[in-house]
């Protein structure tokens, strides 16, 4: 079993900056692939951001240049620093793992961008 803790969602104004932590714990397999999705209200989940254990990155083109996702291996976590905010932007969060079947979710951060 994994457990990902995500932390650092909140309110922000369109423009602004947050950084969203997430931890795994639990059996961790390597190599794997630590990232971020999210859901808007009546929308589907979708990728964000993801990085290989090796440090390899892919984007969703909505947030490329605006987005870095980054990992610490010895800490088992990853972040996402997110800046010049958009509005659209708004959504609950979810950190991923995956190690070849296994897909492990985090509960989620809510992000709220105001106009």
């Known amino acids: 079993q994994v457990q990902l803790v995500e932390s650092g969602g909140g309110l922000v104004q369109a423009g602004g900056s947050l950084r969203l932590s997430c931890t795994a714990s639990g059996n961790i397999r390597s190599p794997n692939v630590m990232g971020w999705y999210r859901q808007a209200p009546g929308k589907q989940r979708e990728l964000v951001a993801v990085i290989s254990s090796g440090d390899d990155t892919t984007y969703a083109d909505s947030v490329k240049g605006r987005f870095t996702i980054s990992r610490v291996n010895a800490k088992k976590t990853v972040y996402l620093r997110m800046n010049f905010l958009k509005h659209e932007d708004t959504a609950v969060y979810y950190c991923?793992?995956?190690?070849?079947?296994?897909?492990?979710w985090g509960q989620g951060t809510q992000v709220t961008v105001s106009l």
């Open positions: 991923n793992l995956r190690a070849g079947l296994a897909n492990s």
